[in-house]
């Protein structure tokens, strides 16, 4: 309604300004006049929208305006730090890079250095030069037969339905290219996740799509099993909970889902895909084990492990207590942080649920150091990854490996419309509809997302050989600082201080309060 509306307000100002221009004639200037008054009446005369009614035809500029409010702060308003959720100075990094134009900034920083918050690295007198092979790391854990040789950086989740089939080539054949894996999202295993043989990441969703029996909807264990034998597939991952929408389960409305998705998700047409907000097939720490454990036997030994966004604290160390009780290991944890994105999410849910990256990971990190877990099970961190120094900084807090989404999405030409949850992003990135999807063109795009990886990488390398690096498993949380309130340059190893091997097993003196209060919550035997 208010784009129709806007729409007859365009059209009365042209009618007007053609009228102004072609003075010659009347013509224009009395089709405007007319289509004023009785736009202008019918206004006055109806009863939904209050401003019409008192400022007939006039009151409609204001949904002109709430219609493009977003571009105009975009593109002549905001500064290049202000935009939200990623500024405009870090999605052009995400440009430049992609496209491998230019990327140095003239004059210096303009950011306020000394403002609380901001954070640093310190760099050497002595810098080295790191080797590629640095920017690779093995996932798989004791009871995993084919682990997984991965890049430093990776695609992270994005289902088929959330992203158009033109972004999930794109993306695919852009890991081809740059050698790394590309998350699926809970939306399944996509023939165009396969199509341009790109290493894959398939994440089970909590309604099990792409291995998921369509009488019952529970977890079928042929399907899966099929599935997970292609080459392609290097990892599967468990999604346990997001950032952006913790404890939530999502929606696909019916109108939405067309054959094809209906297929790839094992869903029926005519029906809306209602996510569960948990996993049927499991309600404990010690089942969720057992799942993993399932889940890397049917795969045959490839790397099997669960994301979630840290919430209630005990919960995840119930899960380290259930593996010192079972001897059951997940492969990897994915972190993610409430701060991710989302093609959609409920407000409270994104503003208000879930713990910041930085926090989460150090506590998961230290959880497994403190339980003698952590040389077992690999870290991969995500949460708004755009630059090297995020790379540095997520491993400097404990992650062996990040995650990217919305970097990768900016790579394929997304312009932070915010639009991905109306199905009418103009990049063609998040969308079904196949006028806009057309406008994505793989072979240009995937050498740009290619190129991101490339450049992110290497830039991350650079800053670590800085810093006087030899070796990344090296970069602790004292080699990242941050500002405090009173200016002070403090380390993330102060802010978040490191906890001794098996710490809460032998039950340290030194153990903070929280770690034991909730240390003390936790149960192998329930959540």
Not at 17 to 40: D, E, M, P, R, S
Not at 141 to 165: D, E, T
Not at 492 to 520: M, S, T
Request: aromatic share 10%.
């Amino acid at each position: 309604m208010k784009r129709l509306m806007a729409f007859g307000g365009i059209i009365l100002g042209v009618f007007i300004l053609l009228g102004l221009f072609l003075n010659h004639t009347k013509l224009f200037l009395n089709i405007g006049i007319i289509f004023f008054l009785v736009l202008a009446t019918y206004d006055f005369l109806q009863k939904k929208h209050a401003i019409l009614r008192n400022f007939p035809a006039l009151g409609r500029l204001r949904y002109l305006f709430e219609l493009i409010r977003h571009e105009i702060q975009q593109y002549f308003i905001a500064n290049d730090e202000e935009e939200l959720p990623f500024s405009r100075e870090r999605r052009s990094l995400v440009y430049q890079r992609a496209k491998k134009t230019l990327d140095s900034v003239p004059f210096g920083t303009r950011h306020i250095i000394t403002e609380e918050g901001y954070e640093t690295a310190k760099h050497s007198l002595n810098p080295t030069h790191i080797s590629e092979k640095e920017s690779r790391y093995n996932v798989g854990g004791p009871q995993c037969s084919k682990p997984y040789n991965a890049s430093r950086l990776n695609i992270s989740a994005m289902s088929f339905g959330a992203i158009s089939k033109n972004a999930v080539m794109a993306l695919n054949k852009g890991a081809k290219v740059g050698n790394f894996a590309h998350n699926t999202g809970e939306g399944g295993l996509s023939p165009y996740h396969l199509e341009e043989g790109g290493d894959i990441i398939w994440q089970l969703g909590t309604a099990n799509f792409g291995a998921r029996d369509k009488k019952t909807g529970r977890f079928d264990s042929a399907k899966f099993k099929d599935k997970s034998h292609h080459e392609q597939v290097k990892m599967i991952e468990i999604k346990l909970s997001q950032g952006a929408k913790p404890s939530h389960g999502g929606i696909l409305p019916a109108a939405k889902i067309t054959p094809e998705i209906a297929e790839i998700r094992g869903v029926h047409l005519g029906q809306d895909c209602i996510s569960p907000p948990t996993n049927p097939e499991f309600s404990t720490p010690e089942g969720l084990l057992q799942f993993v454990a399932k889940l890397r036997e049917l795969s045959g030994g490839k790397p099997v492990g669960f994301k979630l966004c840290i919430g209630i604290r005990s919960q995840f160390l119930s899960i380290c207590k259930a593996m010192l009780k079972t001897g059951i290991y997940p492969d990897f944890i994915t972190v993610d942080g409430a701060e991710g994105g989302t093609g959609a999410a409920p407000l409270e849910f994104s503003n208000r649920l879930g713990e910041y990256i930085d926090d989460g990971l150090s506590f998961v990190h230290n959880s497994l150091v403190a339980t003698g877990l952590r040389d077992k099970i690999s870290i991969i961190a995500s949460g708004k990854v755009i630059t090297g120094f995020d790379v540095l900084t997520k491993i400097a807090l404990g992650a062996n490996l990040v995650n990217s989404a919305r970097g990768m999405m900016f790579a394929l030409g997304c312009i932070q419309s915010l639009q991905c949850n109306r199905n009418t992003c103009p990049t063609g990135v998040a969308t079904q509809n196949p006028f806009l999807v057309r406008g994505l063109v793989v072979e240009d795009k995937y050498q740009r997302v290619a190129n991101f990886h490339d450049a992110t990488i290497k830039s991350f390398l650079e800053l670590a050989g800085a810093m006087g690096i030899t070796h990344i498993d090296n970069i602790g949380a004292w080699d990242v600082y941050r500002r405090d309130a009173s200016g002070n340059n403090v380390s993330l190893a102060e802010i978040y201080p490191r906890l001794k091997p098996n710490a809460l097993i032998e039950q340290h003196a030194d153990l903070p309060k929280d770690y034991v209060f909730h240390w003390n919550q936790a149960k192998a035997e329930s959540f």
